[in-house]
């Protein structure tokens, strides 16, 4: 179950919702999108295979790795991506990455977005700092987004 307090209209990129998201846990993907694992338990809305979809991976990102990059199912019409800072909503599992820090966050604003019509896209880690993140992106008036979190530690796949 999902609750926010933004509206629909809210999706709109030149809108804001303030309210900070929660983060119950994330899907583990390596660089190619591959599953390795659940950590917690994700809040997220992805879509799904054959249709609308998205992903963010690798996930977590680790010191080593310069960028993420986001999938989507369409290659064709224009996207809109924004990110958010995240919180947890529990503490996770000691399987996961947990970082060990307090994030301090002022909203849920946005502090990334993009337009785009490729099916993915590359985004440079050095302008985001260690820590938890929804990523949204809408296609065709639709709302997905998935967790990210952004760790300094040095661990390998």
Known sequence: ????????????????????????????RDANGSTIGIVGK?????GEYPGAW????????????????VYCSDNTNEKKLWITRAKFKNQLSPTGVTLGMNTAWLSGGKIFEKKFVERDIHIDKSLFTEGYYRV????????????????NETIYY
């Open 1 to 28: 179950m999902f609750l926010s307090t933004c509206k629909k209209d809210d999706s709109d990129i030149s809108n804001y919702c303030f309210d900070v998201p929660e983060i119950g846990g994330y899907i583990q």
């Open 54 to 69: 998205m992903m963010v991976c690798p996930n977590p990102l680790f010191s080593y790795m310069n960028s993420f990059v």
């Open 42 to 46: 994700p809040i997220h809305y992805p």
């Open 136 to 151: 949204y992106l809408e296609i065709d008036g639709q709302v997905y987004y998935d967790n990210l979190v952004i760790s």
